[in-house]
Structure formats: structure tokens, C-alpha cells
């Protein structure tokens, strides 16, 4: 399905990358936050929602919301900059 967003998103820079383990598995650090009380969001019409696909996870009807915010969580939490480089000519 990767793909397919690619090419829908022609022009624009779209980055990929495969994931690994189950949706629950990825999703424990950012409950792990969520618990210990370090996670906020904006106020706005869809945090009733949301917050219930949280609440209800994994055994909820819905579970891409929550998915897409722990990869997101995991890849801001784990961000490690490129390293310098200097380049001579």
C-alpha cells in the first residue's frame, strides 16, 4: 500500500519504510507516556474520537489513529540527526 501512496503523492517527497512487530508492540512506549502523564493534545471537534480509539485499543473496531501516532511517536522519540559531515573538493 506503500506504493500506492507514493504514486497518488507524485511530486511530492514521500518517505517509506516497512515496520515490524504488531500494531500493540509499537504502540507501548507512547502508552507507556500516555500513562505516566506526558502526553497532551490540541483541543478540537475530533478529540472525542480519538481519544476514544485510544481508550479502546487493541480491541476497538478502529486502530489506524492510534498507529500512525505511535509510529510517529517512535520515530520523533528515536530521531537521531545525520552525522556532520565535511566534504572537500
Not at 500513562?35 to 471537534?45: E, K, L, S
Request: with cysteine; hydrophobic share 40%; net charge neutral.
Amino acid at each position: 500500500s506503500a506504493q500506492a501512496f507514493v504514486k497518488l503523492l507524485g511530486g511530492f517527497s514521500v518517505l517509506t519504510e516497512k515496520t515490524s512487530g504488531s500494531k500493540e508492540l509499537r504502540a507501548d512506549p507512547l502508552s507507556a507516556q500516555i500513562n505516566a502523564g506526558n502526553f497532551r493534545i490540541v483541543r478540537g471537534d475530533w478529540n472525542a474520537e480519538f481519544v476514544e480509539e485510544m481508550r479502546q485499543f487493541p480491541r476497538g473496531r478502529h486502530d489506524d489513529q492510534v498507529d500512525a501516532l505511535s509510529l510517529a511517536f517512535n520515530r520523533i522519540a528515536t530521531y537521531r540527526p545525520l552525522e556532520f559531515c565535511e566534504f572537500r573538493m
